[in-house]
């Protein structure tokens, strides 16, 4: 059942948000799936949770900067 | 989290699909539900002219908010789809984001847009079913009426009856066949 109409969606700013390194796309959270990035399999922003990437996806060197701070902290994964 | 495709668009499983369901949700659906109001408003003027005036009212009233369900799902699952050509003349000559993003996100709005155009379609279904079963119910004859006119009535009724007994087994198989499909592939 439907609970009215849905206007709470900008495409343009989803079109813009994406990951520097690899462009995995936005993906907001939907039918029980977590926002999340649509990174690939070898892109190394892939550690970072997505409310980092939301925060600095603008500048690729701020992500790569970003990567490494937490690779040299011995992080592997979103946490 | 499974990896959205990022090299091809999505596409309708049947080219034909999108026009259709818009044609029967944003202008069957509607005619419909008014349909159903008009009804629903003879029976509370007129009821001792019907049988049992209550219970077709009350399907009316059902069959008018599942059309209405269904033109805002309808509403919603159409601002989910789009196609590269929609992409070209929306941004035209002004910078557009890379394909791979956009082809993600379509690929993403399409099943969003299958989803609740799946949700319009049972509720268009189940509207076509309670109208069918509503009026069924207006159609039976009052106790007062002459026997020729009783059998023409229930002759109709019955009619109406088969016909929304059909919608509903098909939209209940095809319920139980999606049921059946998602048990299968989780």
Same mark, same amino acid.
């Given at each position: 059942?439907?609970?009215?109409?849905?206007?709470?969606?900008?495409?343009?700013?989803?079109?813009?948000?994406?990951? $520097?390194?690899?462009?995995?796309?936005?993906? $907001?959270?939907?039918?029980?799936?977590?926002?999340?990035?649509?990174?690939?399999?070898?892109?190394?922003?892939?550690?970072? $949770?997505?409310?980092?990437?939301?925060?600095?996806?603008?500048?690729?060197?701020?992500?790569?900067?970003?990567?490494?701070?937490?690779?040299?902290?011995?992080?592997?994964?979103?946490? | 989290?499974?990896?959205?495709?990022?090299?091809?668009?999505?596409?309708?499983?049947?080219?034909?699909?999108?026009?259709?369901?818009?044609?029967?949700?944003?202008?069957?659906?509607?005619?419909?539900?008014?349909?159903?109001?008009?009804?629903?408003?003879? *029976?509370?003027?007129?009821?001792?002219?019907?049988?049992?005036?209550?219970?077709? *009212?009350?399907? *009316?009233? @059902?069959?008018?908010?599942?059309?209405?369900?269904?033109?805002?799902?309808?509403?919603?699952?159409? /601002?989910?789809?789009?196609?590269?050509?929609?992409?070209?003349?929306?941004?035209? /000559?002004?910078?557009?984001?890379?394909? &791979? @993003?956009? *082809?993600?996100?379509?690929?993403?709005?399409?099943?969003?847009?299958?989803?609740?155009?799946?949700?319009?379609?049972?509720?268009?279904?189940?509207?076509?079913?309670?109208?069918?079963?509503?009026?069924?119910?207006?159609?039976?004859?009052?106790?007062?009426?002459?026997?020729?006119?009783?059998?023409?009535?229930?002759?109709?009724?019955?009619? @109406?009856? @088969?016909? &929304?007994?059909?919608?509903?087994?098909? &939209?209940?198989?095809?319920?139980?066949?999606?049921?059946?499909?998602?048990?299968?592939?989780?």
């Amino acid at each position: 059942m439907s609970y009215g109409v849905d206007w709470d969606d900008d495409f343009e700013d989803r079109a813009r948000t994406y990951c $520097p390194l690899c462009q995995g796309a936005y993906m $907001p959270e939907w039918s029980g799936q977590e926002a999340h990035f649509g990174h690939t399999g070898n892109c190394d922003a892939r550690i970072l $949770p997505t409310r980092t990437l939301l925060r600095l996806y603008d500048s690729a060197t701020a992500v790569r900067e970003e990567v490494a701070r937490r690779r040299s902290e011995g992080s592997t994964g979103p946490s | 989290m499974s990896q959205t495709p990022r090299d091809r668009w999505a596409i309708p499983p049947k080219i034909g699909y999108v026009n259709a369901a818009q044609n029967a949700h944003f202008v069957a659906a509607p005619l419909l539900a008014a349909a159903a109001i008009g009804i629903a408003g003879v *029976m509370a003027a007129d009821g001792d002219k019907f049988r049992w005036p209550g219970p077709a *009212m009350l399907l *009316m009233t @059902v069959c008018a908010v599942l059309f209405v369900s269904c033109i805002q799902s309808s509403f919603n699952a159409a /601002t989910h789809l789009f196609n590269p050509a929609d992409l070209d003349a929306w941004y035209g /000559t002004s910078e557009k984001p890379p394909d &791979t @993003v956009l *082809m993600q996100i379509q690929q993403r709005d399409f099943q969003i847009w299958k989803s609740s155009s799946r949700r319009a379609v049972r509720l268009y279904n189940w509207g076509v079913v309670t109208l069918g079963s509503g009026t069924a119910v207006a159609l039976s004859p009052p106790g007062n009426a002459s026997s020729a006119h009783a059998v023409c009535r229930w002759a109709a009724c019955a009619f @109406v009856l @088969v016909a &929304t007994l059909r919608v509903a087994a098909a &939209t209940a198989t095809e319920a139980r066949r999606r049921q059946h499909g998602r048990r299968n592939a989780s």
